[in-house]
Each structure stands twice: as C-alpha cells, then as structure tokens.
C-alpha cells in the first residue's frame, strides 16, 4: 500500500527464482514512500539480500514488476566501498566526482557530508587508517554526498561490534531525520530494524515472502533509552514472534 508522500518504491507480485530452480523470492507486493525508513528482517538465506537487488534493478524479477518513481538513490553494502589509494576526502567525493560536479562544489559537499559523520579530522586519511565503524561512516558520507531521495541498506552494520552498530544506528536515524530520505535496511537484528525503522517487514523462509508488516509508533526523534523500554522491548517481541513461526515450518 502507498503511504504519505508518494510512493518511490512499488513491489508488484515481485517473485525470484534463479537458474537451476532455486526459488528466492515468492510474490512480494509491497512499496515504500519518500520518508519512510522500512526495515527488512527474516531468516538466513530467505531472499532480503535478492529483494534489495531487484528494488535496485540489479536483478529481473522472473514474475510482477518492480516500479521505481526515483532513479535518485544510493546504494550501502555490508563492506565499505572505500578505494584504498583514495584519501577518506576523495572517496567521499568520488559519486560527486563520477556526476561531472565541479571540483570546488565537490570539495565543499565532501567537507560537509565528513563534518555530519563525524569524520572532519580524518579526511586526508587512507582507509587503511580507520576502524570498521569509521570506515562506516565513510561509505555513508559517500553515499549522501548526492543527498539522494532513496537509499537501500544491505546490512552495512554486520561486521561491527554491538557499541560500534548502536553509535551509528543513532548517526543514521539523525540523518534521516535531517534530510529526510526514503530507505530500505535489511538487517538480521530486529531491535535494530525496530529501532531505526517506520515500518519492519519480517519475511518468510526461502522462498521469501512478507508475512508480517509491522508498524513503528515512536517517531523520529528516538534517544538511546528507547532500547530498554517496556513499548520497545514488546515490538521487538512481536517482530521476534513472527520469525519464530517461520522457525516452526521449518522444524
């Protein structure tokens, strides 16, 4: 269903299955508008990495039909996408640079999109030099530098460490906030799908498929806090409760 602010995304009985018979996908139907941030969460090997790629149009559905009314996005994988011999300022400028952007306009727009990730004093650094998480941050300040309307999460926390994940969780939900980006984040941490997120979708075993859509009622403006409450610890539960069932099929 299309919700407020227009879809950028629609998924219409999207269904994958690749050469050899292995079904990925069943018919998914669903869609995400400008502003909201859908979490996507499900068993291993249940076809989320396969939903992100179809929605980006890496890969053809075998039936329905994905309908993007934004070519304006940017795509976060689980390892950064950072060129060792590139300094952490020319890899955030990089997209910037690729687009034709002026050199100057490029330098100011890699200064800023640093200076929100926290990441100012490292800019003449080689990636080498950074942690994971400020490696991160890195990919993060690359792919904003476009400000694109539309972004799509392969999840870029799952090598990092539980404090790492939770400060950029909180580094994320301000940018959002900020700039109010639509998003896909596929995740297999359901409180950091719930906390991040508007909505969890909670797929299905392989063949994926959406058997819970979840609605999140906390508002943007979420505090660290929020992770230890009762309201909080209760959706987690009910996304939890979802995959469990998926779980029984199985067993």
């Known amino acids: 269903m299309v919700r407020d602010g227009g879809a950028l995304l629609e998924l219409d009985g999207v269904g994958v299955a690749y050469p050899g018979g292995v079904r990925a996908l069943e018919p998914v139907t669903a869609s995400v508008s400008a502003g909201e941030f859908v979490g996507v969460v499900g068993p291993s090997g249940c076809g989320k990495s396969t939903l992100l790629r179809a929605a980006a149009g890496?890969?053809?559905?075998?039936?329905?039909r994905v309908v993007r009314h934004t070519d304006d996005l940017a795509y976060v994988f689980q390892e950064p996408t950072l060129m060792p011999w590139r300094t952490v300022r020319r890899n955030v400028e990089l997209v910037a640079e690729l687009r034709g952007v002026r050199k100057v306009e490029r330098r100011e727009r890699a200064a800023a999109m640093l200076g929100r990730v926290g990441l100012a004093d490292f800019a003449d650094h080689l990636p080498a030099a950074l942690s994971g998480g400020m490696r991160m941050r890195a990919a993060l300040a690359q792919a904003l530098v476009m400000r694109p309307r539309f972004f799509l999460f392969d999840e870029p926390f799952s090598a990092l460490d539980e404090l790492t994940r939770e400060r950029l969780a909180d580094e994320l939900l301000a940018l959002h906030r900020a700039d109010g980006f639509g998003a896909v984040f596929v995740t297999h941490s359901v409180a950091e799908a719930v906390y991040l997120s508007t909505r969890v979708l909670v797929l299905s075993a392989r063949?994926?498929?959406?058997?819970?859509?979840?609605?999140?009622?906390?508002g943007r403006d979420r505090e660290p806090g929020l992770r230890y409450t009762p309201e909080f610890a209760a959706l987690v539960a009910r996304a939890t409760g979802a995959l469990r069932a998926q779980a029984g099929e199985l067993s």
Request: proline share 16%; aromatic share 6%; hydrophobic share 45%.
């Open 58 to 64: 890496l890969v053809a559905p075998t039936s329905g």
């Open 207 to 218: 063949p994926g498929r959406v058997v819970a859509d979840l609605d999140v009622p906390f």
